[in-house]
């Protein structure tokens, strides 16, 4: 079993910066890959930016993955929020259990970002 967890959510002002991070725990795994997604109030859930560093055009330039896959952290760096980058951001992680060799994928529970006008 592995667990993710998202941290560093919070309520800031357009203009401003947030890092998110994501950690995975549990059995012994390594990560196949790891990205970031975000659902605001009546939308669907969206990809912000994948493991191999795909942007969703809406945060391009403004945020920035990095990933330290001996901590199996991924940190989200935005920077210029806006508005409409509110949204619980979710941490999903594809792991492979080294025990069985399976892939697995775990989200996280969530971060939630505010950002006011």
């Known amino acids: 079993q592995v667990q993710v967890v998202e941290s560093g959510g919070g309520l800031v002002q357009a203009g401003g910066s947030l890092r998110l991070s994501c950690a995975a725990s549990?059995?012994?795994?390594?990560?196949?890959?790891i990205g970031w997604y975000r659902q605001a109030p009546g939308k669907q859930r969206e990809l912000v930016v994948s493991?191999?560093?795909r942007y969703a055009d809406s945060v391009k330039g403004r945020f920035t993955i990095s990933r330290d896959d001996a901590k199996n952290t991924a940190d989200l760096q935005m920077n210029n929020l806006k508005p409409e980058d509110t949204a619980v951001y979710y941490c999903?992680?594809?792991?492979?259990?080294?025990?069985?060799?399976?892939?697995?994928?775990?989200w996280g529970r969530g971060t939630q970002v505010t950002v006011s006008s």
């Open positions: 999903n992680a594809e792991v492979v259990i080294l025990s069985s060799g399976r892939t697995f994928s775990y």
């Open positions: 549990g059995s012994t795994f390594s990560i196949k890959a």
């Open positions: 493991s191999s560093g």
